[in-house]
C-alpha cells in the first residue's frame, strides 16, 4: 500500500506537467456499458456499473493522489480535475483491470450520488505481484454550487474466471470555491475609456459654470464702478459735500398770503 501510494506521489509532478484540456468528457454518452464494446481509454455512461458495485478482493489495493489546477489544491466550478490511481495485485492470479468510474456524493451520505462522470474504459491485464497506474481526468461542472461534495472512484476488475470485483480507489471530501473574478483585456479598456470620458465631461462642464458665474460677477460690479469714478470727479467741490449730506435740503421760507392786497404778510 505504501508502495503504490509513494508511486502515486512519484509520478504526480509528470502528469501536471501534461497539457490540461478542456475537451475532457464530463457528460456521459447515451450508450450503456452492456450494449457497446468499448476501446481502452474511451469513455462510456457509467449508470449501468454503478448500479452494480460488487465486493472488494482483498489481495488487490488500491492507492490515490488528486491533482488540481490551482496551488494550494484549490477547486473551482468548470476545473479539470485528475486523479492518479495506482492498482497492485497481491494475488497469485493475474486480474483485467476493466472500468474506473467516479462520482461526486453528498458529503454525509455517500450512499447519495450528486453527479456521476463517464466511465473510462481500461482492460489492462495486471499480472501477480505487478503494479498498474492510471489516470483519470474529469471536469467540473461550471454551473455547480460551491459546497463540499464526496468525491469517490471505483476500480472495477475481474479475475481469469470473469467473477467480477469492485475496489474504492479513491473517498475523500472536496470544497469546491467561488470562482474568483477576473476582469478581461476587453472589459478593462472598456472601464478605462468610461472613466475618461466622465473625467472629461466633468472638467468641461466645471469650466463652462465657472465661466457662467464670472461673467455675471463683472455685470453686478459695473454700478459700483461707475460711482465710485463720479465721486472722484465731485471731489473738491461743493457738489461733493453736498452729496455726502443728503439730508441737507434748502431753507424754507413761510409765507401767508393776504387774499385782498395779494401781498405776503409777514407773520
Not at 10 to 28: H, I, L, M
Not at 106 to 115: A, I, K, L, M, T
Not at 116 to 123: E, Q
Amino acid at each position: 500500500m505504501i508502495t503504490l501510494f509513494l508511486i502515486c506521489l512519484f509520478t504526480a509532478p509528470f502528469r501536471c506537467q501534461e497539457d490540461d484540456s478542456d475537451d475532457v468528457e464530463d457528460v456521459p454518452p447515451t450508450r450503456s456499458a452492456q450494449s457497446y464494446s468499448f476501446r481502452p481509454g474511451e469513455f462510456h455512461d457509467a449508470t449501468d456499473l454503478l448500479e452494480n458495485i460488487q465486493k472488494p478482493k482483498d489481495e488487490i489495493k488500491a492507492a490515490s493522489k488528486l491533482l488540481a489546477q490551482h496551488e494550494n489544491d484549490e477547486i473551482f466550478p468548470g476545473d479539470v480535475l485528475s486523479i492518479l490511481i495506482g492498482v497492485e495485485n497481491q494475488d497469485t492470479d493475474a486480474i483485467v483491470l476493466s472500468e474506473i468510474v467516479t462520482v461526486l456524493t453528498d458529503p454525509f451520505e455517500r450512499s447519495r450520488f450528486v453527479r456521476n462522470y463517464s466511465a473510462l474504459h481500461l482492460n489492462v491485464t495486471i499480472e501477480s505481484e505487478q503494479t498498474h497506474v492510471v489516470e483519470y481526468m474529469f471536469k467540473m461542472d461550471p454551473r455547480i454550487n460551491p459546497v463540499e461534495y464526496g468525491l469517490i472512484a471505483y476500480i472495477y476488475y475481474n479475475d481469469l474466471k470473469g467473477k467480477e470485483y469492485t475496489t474504492v480507489a479513491i473517498n475523500q471530501t472536496i470544497l469546491i470555491k467561488d470562482k474568483p473574478a477576473t476582469i478581461n483585456a476587453q472589459r478593462f479598456l472598456i472601464i478605462v475609456a468610461v472613466l475618461t470620458i466622465i473625467i472629461v465631461v466633468g472638467v468641461l462642464s466645471r469650466k463652462s459654470i465657472a465661466k457662467c458665474l464670472k461673467g455675471q460677477g463683472k455685470k453686478s460690479d459695473k454700478p459700483k464702478e461707475e460711482k465710485e469714478e463720479q465721486e472722484e470727479w465731485l471731489s473738491g467741490t461743493n457738489s461733493a459735500s453736498y452729496k455726502k449730506s443728503p439730508s441737507r435740503r434748502a431753507p424754507t421760507v413761510d409765507r401767508t398770503y393776504d387774499l385782498r392786497s395779494r401781498t405776503p404778510k409777514k407773520q
